[in-house]
């Protein structure tokens, strides 16, 4: 499966490592919910990490559509609030 | 629903609406091609904007910084004159000057790494660019034949994905640089009312130590004329 880290670009990963990114991305719901700013962003960090680390970046000159779409690393814990309570992150 | 699936929606609700302008594909190719030079130029202007704000926090660093010295050398002076108490005011404007360098110097790191990052989009985005240049007439050529539409499919939505990505960088880096914009003009401002003089204690603590240095100086004169008279 082809997975992006936005404003890092795309990495061809295995398809079991989709199990362990939704168990992070569940605690990351869990973690906004509760207001666990500290936590959110370790997690974060965690799964971007997970991608870098398991996957192979794809080649730039390669287009193609992504499976799945990770944040950017950087991403705030408001800016992860606004996409929870379904407000756009991107500008129209 | 989680991070992951509304990130997904966001980026694909905005893919489709690159997408819906068109309706046959290979407009969207020369559509996506025109947008993406354009956000390159956004992205080398950001750059540049990043770089300018840097600078100019670095600018103000350097001047508090060297008022920090300033006050170090004023201490020093007040202590050799035995004067503790005015050694005392010294140093505690120059903590307290230290502190906003601190703080400076987190914001340059803060845009430092920002700038970073749109270089890598920069490289990024021209080899698409490149990538797509040479291709899309081919792909547009082949357009009739059944699996050369999915060909085209398949690359428009991946040119929509990346615009989406490109898009999102950019406008988070005019937002950082914006905020840091807003309170480098404060400082500046700070610095313009001369609110760095109150700092290093241009008046007040300048007055004793010229006024200690002065008696020093009627001191050795007095000495002076003793010795005469002798």
């Known amino acids: 499966m082809i997975i992006r880290i936005m404003g890092e670009g795309q990495y061809r990963a295995p398809d079991a490592i989709l199990e362990d990114l939704n168990a992070i991305d569940n605690r990351i719901v869990e973690l906004v919910e509760k207001g666990d700013r500290e936590g959110f962003r370790n997690e974060l960090l965690r799964m971007v990490s997970l991608v870098r680390e398991r996957c192979e970046p794809l080649d730039v000159a390669e287009i193609t559509e992504s499976d799945l779409i990770l944040p950017p690393p950087d991403l705030t814990f408001e800016e992860a609030r606004g996409i929870f309570r379904g407000q756009g992150l991107i500008e129209d | ?230």
């Open chain 2, 1 to 230: 629903m989680g991070l992951l699936d509304r990130m997904g929606t966001i980026v694909k609700s905005k893919m489709s609406r690159i997408m819906d302008r068109m309706e046959d594909p290979r407009e969207v190719l020369d559509y996506s091609y025109e947008k993406q030079l354009e956000l390159l130029q956004n992205v080398k202007r950001g750059i540049a904007e990043v770089a300018t704000s840097k600078k100019r926090l670095e600018l103000q660093r350097a001047r508090l910084a060297q008022s920090a010295e300033q006050l170090e050398g004023k201490a020093r002076e007040s202590l050799s004159a035995g004067r503790e108490d005015l050694a005392r005011q010294a140093l505690e404007r120059k903590v307290s000057l230290q502190n906003q360098i601190e703080t400076l110097d987190s914001q340059i790191a803060e845009l430092d790494r920002e700038e970073q990052k749109l270089i890598a989009v920069e490289t990024r985005l021209s080899t698409k660019i490149e990538t797509l240049r040479a291709r899309k007439e081919a792909i547009k050529a082949q357009y009739s034949a059944a699996e050369a539409q999915v060909k085209v499919t398949e690359s428009v939505t991946g040119i929509s994905e990346e615009l989406a990505d490109v898009g999102l960088a950019i406008q988070r880096a005019e937002e950082k640089t914006e905020g840091m914009k807003a309170r480098a003009a404060a400082l500046d401002d700070l610095l313009e009312k001369g609110a760095l003089e109150d700092y290093t204690g241009g008046d007040a603590l300048d007055r004793e130590l010229s006024k200690i240095k002065a008696s020093g100086a009627v001191e050795a004169e007095l000495a002076r004329l003793r010795g005469e008279t002798k």
